[in-house]
């Protein structure tokens, strides 16, 4: 079965400190890995997905990376906007169709 | 111009009785979904549909039966609601070809 596990569950930083966040799956086989963002009261909002391994996305502060076995999303001079929960998801080459995801990591940055 | 739209956004009810959420993408998506976020924050898919056509089921009782209308529309109806049932329900869309999921703003649903 398909499993996601994200650490650390909470993550309080100051603006400016620079840290990553972890993912680690165990899947069967990787069609892809997925990070998402998620605001109170809100549905979850792609920011982007992995294939392979060595692969790696970067979008403004954010920069995702990609290993057979985990993917980081580090996380540089955070702001304090940059606060919410951070999902990871895999889907299965089996052409399942459907993300399995982790429990995420709240991420807070103070001012 | 909301991409994945759901209604309600909040549903308060009374164990026993019968409700519906709907959902509408406007993305052109072939395949929709229906997660689940429980009070762990933990999502977890429950159906999704490609052209109308059931793809996924996962072990969800059979007193929840999602309803595609056509492909810009999944509707989520559950009946004889228990307390368990409450939880955030997201709606989601992506294209055939390509995994990247967009979800809507969810339906928070309470049951009393």
């Known amino acids: 079965e398909d499993q996601v596990t994200q650490s650390p569950e909470a993550l309080r930083l100051q603006e400016g400190e620079s840290s990553s966040l972890n993912c680690s799956y165990t899947?069967?086989?990787?069609?892809?890995l997925f990070w998402y963002r998620q605001d109170p009261g809100k549905g979850p909002e792609f920011l982007f997905t992995?294939?392979?391994a060595g692969e790696e996305k970067e979008k403004e502060r954010l920069k995702a990376t990609l290993t057979k076995k985990e993917s980081f999303l580090h996380i540089t001079a955070p702001k304090p906007e940059d606060s919410a929960t951070y999902l990871c998801?895999?889907?299965?080459?089996?052409?399942?169709?459907?993300?399995?995801f982790g429990k995420g990591t709240k991420l807070t940055v103070n001012p | 111009d909301t991409a994945v739209s759901q209604t309600p956004k909040y549903l308060v009810t009374q164990m026993g009785n019968d409700k519906s959420i709907k959902c509408e993408q406007n993305?052109?998506?072939?395949?929709m979904y229906w997660y689940k976020q429980d009070s762990k924050k933990f999502l977890k898919i429950m159906f999704s549909y490609n052209n109308k056509e059931l793809i996924i089921n996962e072990t969800v009782p059979n007193r929840f039966s999602p309803k595609s209308p056509d492909k810009a529309h999944l509707n989520l109806h559950i009946n004889s609601l228990e307390l368990g049932d409450s939880a955030v329900y997201f709606c989601?869309?992506?294209?055939?070809?390509?995994?990247?999921?967009?979800f809507g703003q969810g339906t928070r649903l309470t049951v009393v």
């Open positions: 899947v069967s086989g990787l069609r892809g």
């Open positions: 993305l052109g998506h072939d395949t």
């Open positions: 989601a869309s992506s294209r055939r070809d390509t995994p990247e999921a967009f």
């Open positions: 992995l294939y392979s």
């Open positions: 998801a895999v889907e299965n080459q089996g052409g399942s169709e459907k993300l399995v």
